[in-house]
């Protein structure tokens, strides 16, 4: 399906050999120049724009498409962004916190099964994305920010949060889902997550100098 870039993370018993006993001569090379991380985060670093499959749907899996609707919506973005599908282990798919790292979410629907096996669900979207490819009308999308940049600003915005009491320190994930959603929706770019970063520094900062304000007048107090 012309897709070249595989990425593994923290693979089990993983056999050079043997993979590529499994795989047909023309795809030796996509093996061979396969990418391995210890942790999806790591994985996911350069990306601007994620895509995470899942066959169970819920509180925290709302926005769902097909591969045929997500494939359009791709091919675009892809232009001028690093774009990753994300499949989760054979046996449990992606989890909770798998699914927090992702813009979107693909769903393959099914009729007797609510899943597909991984190899399959990787031919399907695979299939969607070189279809969708072919003679698509190409819309300007410009470069988004990278997973990276954006895990900065979203570690960065529930520290303060928490700080100034905004959210539950003892459950602060759950809360920051909805901040997720509402900045993955924006499709943020660099320049503007660096300016929320700024925003959060500012508010530390004054949040500091409140509460060292107010230790120096109750010492003057006590002084007097």
């Given at each position: 399906?012309?897709?070249?870039?595989?990425?593994v993370?923290?693979?089990?018993?993983y056999?050079?050999?043997k993979?590529?006993?499994?795989?047909?001569?023309?795809?030796?090379?996509?093996?061979h120049?396969?990418l391995q991380f210890?942790s999806?985060?790591?994985a996911?670093?350069g990306?601007?724009?994620?895509?995470?499959?899942?066959?169970?749907?819920?509180?925290?899996?709302?926005?769902?498409?097909?591969?045929e609707?997500?494939?359009?919506?791709?091919?675009?973005?892809?232009?001028?962004?690093?774009v990753a599908v994300?499949?989760?282990?054979e046996?449990?798919?992606?989890?909770?916190?798998?699914?927090?790292?992702?813009?979107?979410?693909l769903?393959?629907?099914?009729?007797?099964?609510a899943?597909?096996?991984l190899?399959q669900a990787v031919?399907?979207?695979?299939?969607?994305?070189?279809t969708?490819?072919?003679?698509?009308?190409l819309?300007?999308?410009?470069r988004?920010?990278?997973?990276?940049?954006?895990?900065?600003?979203?570690?960065q915005l529930k520290?303060?949060?928490?700080?100034?009491?905004?959210?539950?320190?003892?459950?602060p994930?759950?809360?920051?889902?909805n901040?997720?959603?509402?900045?993955t929706?924006?499709?943020?770019r660099?320049?503007?997550v660096?300016?929320?970063r700024?925003?959060?520094?500012?508010?530390?900062?004054?949040?500091?100098?409140r509460y060292?304000d107010?230790?120096?007048?109750?010492r003057?107090?006590?002084?007097?």
């Amino acid at each position: 399906m012309g897709l070249q870039r595989l990425v593994v993370v923290n693979p089990e018993n993983y056999n050079l050999e043997k993979i590529l006993t499994l795989s047909t001569h023309e795809a030796a090379h996509v093996v061979h120049q396969a990418l391995q991380f210890d942790s999806l985060p790591e994985a996911l670093s350069g990306c601007q724009y994620v895509v995470g499959t899942t066959a169970r749907l819920g509180k925290q899996r709302q926005v769902i498409r097909t591969p045929e609707e997500l494939a359009a919506h791709l091919i675009p973005i892809s232009r001028k962004n690093s774009v990753a599908v994300v499949f989760g282990p054979e046996d449990k798919g992606l989890s909770n916190e798998d699914v927090r790292y992702c813009h979107a979410l693909l769903n393959i629907p099914t009729a007797a099964f609510a899943s597909v096996n991984l190899a399959q669900a990787v031919m399907i979207v695979c299939y969607a994305l070189q279809t969708a490819g072919l003679d698509a009308p190409l819309p300007f999308v410009p470069r988004l920010a990278s997973r990276h940049e954006l895990d900065g600003m979203y570690a960065q915005l529930k520290d303060m949060l928490v700080r100034i009491s905004y959210i539950n320190s003892e459950n602060p994930d759950y809360f920051m889902n909805n901040f997720r959603r509402f900045f993955t929706r924006m499709q943020l770019r660099a320049k503007e997550v660096s300016l929320i970063r700024g925003i959060c520094r500012q508010v530390d900062w004054y949040a500091e100098k409140r509460y060292r304000d107010g230790l120096s007048e109750q010492r003057a107090m006590r002084d007097e």
